[in-house]
């Protein structure tokens, strides 16, 4: 029976980008997958810059940046009344905090296929596409596995230290082990049409959140030339008559004329929010929809379920090496639940402020009071206030932790300028593992045990650069060095009462350094 270092069962694009990274990590993976062909059908449509940067560390950020939409002039994602006429809203920008762009559309088919293709390519990869696992047992050290041929009868037995259950939101995996859902209260019908605009289209640049007192919906302006719907069903509307051709053209005319368009896909939905009460259990964890599901609103289901298995990525090679015991790999759900709830919750939010605002222009066609404001709700919306939560628990500097610092986010990434004259990303001059990040050599100055502590986690220190574009981190207005972590979060920075050598110790024990 062979044995792996991982397995993973599903390979859409969560479990693709974990078997990508894990291998160029030096894992050997085995991967299965029920469908031989990718979905030919667009889900997701944006990708945040964070998973962008996650495979620029191995060389395919520019190759996976290639395959996404450039901001186009005037291009915006604004909240509307039922006129289209914008409430508040945000312009793209084409470069952010992680050195690429903070958000970038795509068509899902195209980016699934490279990344399926960049998973299999791999030598340290072994896959089973068109297979099934029928069924797993535990063992001291290992799962084993066993899986069957979708189209015959051949079968394979496996084992594997650790078992990634990217197999979406029917998990048999999350099935098997009677791990229960928690609701976040969000579950509403929902028309979803893709079209290909053609010429002659009325569309728009702009992301709209349209809150119509006569129908809630959105419009995505997703990469050319494709567009979105979402309507939210009313009250006594049913899946079957949604989906009949002419309420179909009826609701896209109001956006643009037939025959400036052909559909791709029209099918109905129900919105969820939920997560997932345990994402570990003993050597199989959980990731991508399998641990959470979230209405698309916020554009967070796909890039949370990257996030999962970018926060793995450098915890399994660490704790199979032998540098780091298996305890570490216990505060992947203790970071990435509470991160991933705490988005599902912000999608949630966005959703009731859509019917607050829907509400509101209620009231005042009807001349009676409108609802109160409630600010909270109203932050929620696109650049109202509320931003992506820090890492609370962990392995960061849990003394640091706030809303308005640096630790537990991620580190901000600048083009830099190297003594030699070369403009390059930060990151790219940061090595793969743990690296020490000051302004100049004097701040970098530690002593023989913390050296031993960063060369164990491949580790390296880094300073006296030049920004070209973007900045600094904020926390060098304050601190003289930073530790970040190999998923480019910040572990922690040094203070007036904390020395280098000090968070060096802090980051052995919370990675339980061997």
């Known amino acids: 029976m062979k044995h792996f270092d991982v397995a993973i069962v599903g390979l859409g694009p969560v479990g693709c980008a974990a078997a990508i990274l894990l291998a160029h990590a030096g894992m050997r993976v085995v991967v299965f997958e029920r469908d031989r062909e990718v979905y030919r059908l667009p889900r997701a449509v944006n990708m945040d810059g964070e998973v962008v940067r996650a495979f620029q560390r191995i060389g395919l950020g520019e190759e996976l940046n290639a395959l996404l939409q450039p901001v186009r002039p005037g291009e915006s994602v604004a909240f509307t009344n039922s006129k289209r006429e914008p409430i508040f809203s945000n312009a793209f920008t084409d470069f952010g905090r992680n050195g690429w762009q903070p958000g970038s559309f795509f068509d899902q088919p195209e980016v699934d296929a490279w990344l399926r293709a960049r998973a299999l390519e791999h030598a340290a990869v072994e896959s089973y596409v068109g297979w099934q696992v029928s069924g797993f047992v535990e063992h001291p050290g290992r ?283 930060l990151d790219d001059l940061m090595g793969p593992g743990v690296c020490i990040v000051g302004r100049t050599e004097a701040d970098l100055v530690h002593d023989a045990g913390s050296a031993e502590i960063i060369r164990k986690l491949g580790g390296g220190c880094l300073e006296g650069l030049t920004e070209v574009r973007g900045h600094f981190d904020r926390l060098f207005a304050h601190s003289r060095a930073a530790i970040v972590r190999p998923d480019r979060y910040v572990f922690g920075h040094t203070t007036a009462d904390l020395t280098l050598d000090e968070l060096i110790s802090q980051l052995a024990d919370a990675v339980t350094v061997r």
Not at 212 to 234: A, G, M
Not at 260 to 266: E, S, V, W
């Open 143 to 425: 799962v084993e596995l066993n899986a069957d041929e979708l189209d015959s009868d051949a079968k394979v037995d496996c084992s594997a230290a650790y078992v990634l259950a990217c197999d979406g939101a029917s998990s048999i995996f999350r099935n098997l082990l009677n791990i229960n859902w928690n609701s976040l209260g969000y579950d509403h019908d929902w028309l979803v049409v893709d079209i290909e605009a053609l010429t002659g289209n009325t569309l728009t640049t702009t992301t709209m959140q349209i809150c119509d007192p006569d129908r809630i919906s959105t419009y995505v302006c997703s990469k050319d030339p494709y567009r979105r719907w979402e309507f939210k069903l009313n009250p006594g509307e049913t899946w079957e008559e949604m989906l009949e051709p002419e309420r179909i053209r009826l609701l896209i005319e109001a956006f643009t004329p037939a025959g400036t368009y052909t559909i791709r896909r029209a099918a109905m939905y129900q919105f969820h929010a939920a997560v997932a009460d345990e994402w570990r259990r003993s050597r199989i964890l959980l990731a991508g929809d399998a641990a959470h599901q979230t209405p698309p609103f916020l554009g967070q289901g796909m890039n949370a379920g990257m996030r999962d298995v970018i926060n793995r990525g450098w915890k399994i090679p660490l704790g199979l090496a032998g540098v780091a015991d298996d305890a570490l790999l216990d505060t992947y759900e203790e970071e990435r639940k509470a991160h991933a709830t705490d988005l599902v919750d912000w999608a949630v939010a966005i959703g009731k402020l859509m019917e607050h605002l829907a509400a509101v222009e209620a009231a005042e066609r009807a001349g009676v009071e409108p609802p109160k404001p409630d600010e909270d709700r109203r932050a929620s919306g696109y650049g109202q206030g509320r931003d992506q939560p820090p890492i609370r628990d962990g392995v960061v500097c849990l003394d640091q932790v706030s809303d308005s610092g640096s630790t537990g986010y991620l580190f901000s990434q600048p083009i830099v300028q190297t003594a030699g004259g070369d403009e390059r990303r």
